[in-house]
């Protein structure tokens, strides 16, 4: 017969109780409370009362059979094990042998709205991010217009999300010299809502969003400290010598190599070595005690993976980031004139990326984001082919789930890896406490999926990004299905559908 243990939610006993289940035959965990958030046309499902059942349901540090109860927004209590006991009355969802996870939180997209949205759009980025199992994006402040730098500039990203999101969606701000050094505009700023800043230390590629040097850095992060908010930073800058690896006039400007040399790992590592000092004011005892430096779209496997290494281990309270784009591809393979490849850092060498990816299984690097960062077709000048000239970014939101599993499948990675580094550790770095994981009490943000499900992205495969066209994965043969996508209980995607309205929240920090 089944044995059952109630939880008081969420918290440190989970861990003890996580053993407990291997030794019997069934268990319940309770949430202690219940919230319910969503209205109509929000879900596919008629009901915000029922349960989610597979063979592989990815909670408590393990993947096995097990019932999840969503009621009212929330995890209210997961059955493991012999579940069908618990299972009673309510609805019941089987997904059979699917993977049951917590959504993903992409903590790096750019919707780029108000001013650019026929770049992409909250609406249509969101849809992918449903599409794509994303269950939560923190939009980045540049790329719209006007970036998000200011309570204002907040106030607008906040009215044009209105009543467009499918997922829930919170924004970055913006670190640039005109806040900087202004202690009272940055704090109005975090006071507004962002979950912490971003800042450039090369040019940004956007007019209205100068880069930031090493000592502006210093100055946001003591803010930045008070909120016990990240700062995300690009972390590449141009060297105060050029190496006469630079390029020069001769060379072919649609030839990958061009583009490669014209960005070298030397820019990573020169503006992480910039940052030293700014790491080390976040240690216990430093001058921005409580802040965190979180390095976005790490490319360089060697020097700068090596220098970031060694401020975690100094303890610094440092987090890094990389992106699918750097571990499915490699320099060797983008084709000459496909700019559908050109971001920054750029993708480099083959043995890099596989450096990349053992720094991502050693725990080196701590999580995943997409740098969804698309434009308008003409402006990744296809026909031209001109590295040098097309747009920098990788259209990939909705397709992060199937490839980091399926390139990532031959590297050995598990289940429990992929809700780490695309749910545990994003809703970390946002400050999100009940989210990115499947736990008593927290929001019932889930991602079914079956990952042994081949498909081809080909021209018939439906896209939800505004411009399916840019994207380097187009043509590409994935493994992972994306069967269903829940937001706060809120069945928002399912067999290709979208739910009827966009009821995702706004996600402000207080
Ligand atoms: N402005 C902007 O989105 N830049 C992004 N694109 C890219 O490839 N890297 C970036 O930082
Ligand atoms: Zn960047
Ligand atoms: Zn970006």
Redesign the pocket.
Same mark, same amino acid.
């Given at each position: 017969m089944a044995a059952a243990a109630a939880a008081a939610g969420k918290g440190r006993a989970l861990p003890l109780l996580a053993v407990a289940a291997a030794l019997a035959a069934a268990l319940l965990y309770r949430a202690p409370f219940s919230k319910s958030l969503g209205g109509e046309g929000c879900s596919l499902l008629p009901q915000d009362h029922f349960w989610i059942a597979s063979e592989r349901v990815v909670t408590l540090g393990r993947v096995g059979p097990a019932a999840v109860e969503v009621k009212g927004g929330l995890i209210n209590a997961i059955a493991v094990g012999d579940y069908r006991s618990f299972v009673l009355r309510r609805p019941l969802l089987d997904y059979g042998d699917a993977v049951i996870m917590p959504g993903l939180i992409d903590v790096h997209a &750019?919707l780029d709205e108000p001013g650019r949205a026929e770049w992409e759009g909250f609406s249509t980025g969101t849809r992918a991010a449903a599409a794509g199992g994303i269950t939560t994006l923190v939009d980045?402040p540049?790329?719209s217009f006007p970036s998000t730098v200011s309570e204002e500039t907040l106030k607008l990203k906040v009215e044009a999300s209105r009543d467009k999101l499918y997922v829930d969606v919170g924004f970055w701000g913006g670190l640039v010299p005109e806040n900087a050094l202004n202690p009272s505009k940055l704090e109005s700023l975090l006071n507004a809502g962002v979950l912490g800043l971003k800042s450039?230390m090369c040019p940004? /590629?956007?007019n209205d969003?100068p880069m930031t040097n090493s000592t502006h850095i210093e100055e946001g992060l003591v803010t930045l400290a008070k909120y016990k908010r990240p700062l995300l930073i &690009?972390a590449e800058r141009i060297p105060d010598v050029e190496s006469d690896e630079g390029i020069d006039g001769e060379l072919d400007p649609r030839s990958y190599s061009t583009y490669l040399k014209s960005r070298p790992p030397i820019w990573e590592e020169s503006a992480i070595r910039d940052l030293q000092r700014a790491m080390k004011d976040t240690k216990v005892g430093g001058r921005s005690e409580g802040a965190h430096i979180h390095i976005? &779209?790490l490319s360089d496997a060697e020097t700068s993976l090596q220098l970031l290494k060694d401020a975690k281990h100094n303890g610094a309270r440092v987090s890094i980031e990389t992106c699918p784009h750097y571990l499915a591809f490699s320099a060797e393979e983008v084709p000459d004139g496909d700019t559908r490849f050109?971001?920054?850092?750029p993708i480099r060498h083959a043995a890099n990326k596989d450096n990349l990816w053992e720094a991502l299984l050693d725990g080196h690097i701590d999580m995943l984001s997409s740098?969804h960062?698309p434009s308008t077709p003409d402006l990744k000048l296809m026909e031209d082919g001109n590295f040098l000239k097309a747009?920098? /970014?990788?259209s990939s939101l909705q397709f992060v789930l199937p490839v980091t599993w399926s390139y990532g499948k031959k590297h050995g990675i598990t289940l429990n890896q992929l809700a780490s580094w695309w749910s545990e550790k994003p809703a970390m770095l946002a400050g999100q406490k009940n989210k990115g994981s499947i736990l008593p009490g927290y929001h019932a943000d889930i991602v079914v999926w079956k990952p042994e499900a081949e498909f081809q992205l080909d021209n018939s495969h439906a896209v939800y990004h505004k411009h399916r066209n840019i994207s380097a994965y187009l043509g590409k043969e994935l493994s992972g299905k994306v069967l269903s996508t829940f937001v706060r209980g809120n069945l928002v995607f399912a067999e290709g559908k979208h739910a009827g309205a966009a009821c995702g929240a706004t996600i402000l920090a207080k």
């Open positions: &750019h980045m540049l790329n450039f940004s /590629g956007i969003f &690009h976005v &779209h050109k971001c920054s850092p740098d960062s747009w920098g /970014g990788i």
